[in-house]
Nanobody, 124 residues
Framework: QVQLVESGGGLVQAGGSLRLSCEVSGGTFSSLVMGWFRQPPGKEREFVAAIGWSGRSTYVVESVKDRFAISADYAKDTLYLEMTRLESEDTALYYC?????????????????WGQGTQVTVSS
């Protein structure tokens, strides 16, 4: 059973940076497709970024692609989301998600495993 534990969230001023981490256990990290999603207050959960099998491909949603980056350290079984120039609109509960496969997906229902989330709050 794959388990995901997010960390790195917190309160940050607009313009600041945060790096979210997602530690993976119980599975073969290099065989997983991983994604980051977020749920702003009062809104639906939305896709942010994904990385394919063994990091061979990445995708970041257009709205944040000049500020966010997804990466993975396969030696540490950890997924990252580097967020810079944060804006108040980035305030959300951020989740990492995983599924076995090769190609990344932007579709929430494609992911089988989910973490509990880490809160990011950006003050303006």
């Amino acid at each position: 059973q794959v388990q995901l534990v997010e960390s790195g969230g917190g309160l940050v001023q607009a313009g600041g940076s945060l790096r979210l981490s997602c530690e993976v256990s119980g599975g073969t990290f290099s065989s997983l497709v991983m994604g980051w999603f977020r749920q702003p207050p009062g809104k639906e959960r939305e896709f942010v970024a994904a990385i394919g099998w063994s990091g061979r491909s990445t995708y970041v949603v257009e709205s944040v692609k000049d500020r966010f980056a997804i990466s993975a350290d396969y030696a540490k079984d950890t997924l990252y989301l580097e967020m810079t120039r944060l804006e108040s609109e980035d305030t959300a509960l951020y989740y990492c998600a995983a599924r076995y496969g090769r190609i990344y997906s932007i579709v929430e229902s494609d992911y089988e495993y989910w973490g509990q989330g880490t809160q990011v709050t950006v003050s303006s």
